[in-house]
């Protein structure tokens, strides 16, 4: 089993212990605390569809599977994999999906059969995340190059010109000590990156040029990141992370405006979540008011941007053991 390939243990290996004592984004106790949390299995939250989906997918790293719920209340699923993780959808509802262990990501299209329609292979790679760009361009991200069961170097990113090519148009390798956990394409094309640096930081970076891609340049966010889980752009063309994990205090969904010619990212909000605790991932609606977790167990609905109680509650019938992976058809696209 790929263990150091999961960002969730990298969340653990920062801290020692789920980042206990590092301190959340917003305080959970003392002046200006949030309100304290109803239990969730007291609300029974209503597993049904928000912000427009028609499907929303959840990759158990686990069971290795990915489960589909569909509007009308069915599911189903997708199998063949080694430890799925990060998933993604672009605007025709093909489904991306990072197949860790077995080095590539696997493409589906609607109506979502056992069957890929492509395959991006990512040799001697550990690919825990993927995006997709409006013009076609994919981007896997791997957290670092495999040996035997643990990081034996650094990760990259590699770019592919469309989901059908067999070979990689552009490959940027990370610094010695950095993790690739994350990314998403903005509305121009730059590919946002979510990276540990030696279990001591979290950082984001970006990286131009899709195809013509050489380098990853680190940005500068005027809040404090305890840990970003997951990455994605909003349909204002906004950076989104969630800010927090586990013991670290309620976690945010944290939303930055990039600063045009500068490395800066301005938080524009910052909103609890207050029923989520170890978020590994999430994804956004396409009409923009749903926020979707993947949690080690279920996925919750958020309101987006402004947090708050979930709204609703997706469990898959396998009980989930390790949901690594989230993603909605049909998709935010800024």
């Not at 390939?5 to 917003?26: T, Y």
């Not at 949030?34 to 912000?51: F, I, K, M, S, Y």
């Not at 070979?167 to 950095?178: E, F, I």
């Amino acid at each position: 089993m790929a263990l150091f390939a999961r960002p969730i243990l990298v969340a653990l290996l920062l801290s020692g212990e789920a980042l206990a004592g590092c301190g959340g984004s917003l305080p959970a106790s003392g002046p200006g605390a949030l309100p304290a949390r109803v239990p969730l299995a007291a609300r029974h939250l209503p597993p049904t569809l928000a912000g427009g989906a028609k499907h929303v997918f959840l990759a158990d790293a686990v069971f290795n599977i990915v489960t589909i719920f569909n509007r009308d209340g069915t599911t189903s699923t997708l199998s063949g994999f080694q430890e799925p993780q990060g998933l993604t959808s672009d605007s025709s509802g093909n489904l991306y999906v990072a197949d860790t262990v077995n080095a590539r990501t696997v493409v589906y299209a609607p109506p979502y059969r056992n069957r890929p329609t492509s395959v991006l292979p990512d040799p001697g790679e550990w690919p825990v995340d993927v995006a997709v760009a409006k013009d076609g361009t994919v981007a896997a991200v791997n957290i670092c190059q495999p040996s035997g069961s643990q990081c034996g170097g650094p990760g990259s990113i590699a770019f592919y010109a469309t989901n059908k090519s067999k070979t990689s148009c552009a490959t940027v390798r990370a610094k010695s000590g950095m993790k690739l956990l994350w990314d998403a394409f903005d509305a121009n094309g730059n590919l946002y990156v979510v990276a540990d640096l030696n279990y001591t930081k979290v950082v984001i970076g970006s990286i131009s040029g899709e195809c013509n891609a050489t380098s990853l340049t680190l940005l500068k966010p005027n809040v404090k990141i305890v840990w970003a889980a997951g990455i994605q752009v909003d349909t204002s063309n906004n950076v989104v992370i969630i800010n927090g994990f586990g013991n670290s205090g309620i976690p945010t969904i944290d939303v930055f405006r990039s600063v045009a010619n500068s490395r800066k990212l301005k938080v524009l909000s910052q909103q609890p979540l207050l029923d989520s605790g170890t978020v590994v991932s999430f994804a956004l609606s396409k009409d923009g008011s749903t926020l979707y977790t993947a949690e080690p167990h279920y996925s919750l609905e958020y309101a987006y941007p402004n947090g708050g109680y979930a709204e609703g509650q997706l469990s898959p019938p396998s009980g989930g053991d390790l949901i690594e992976g989230v993603a909605v058809v049909p998709a935010a696209v800024p």
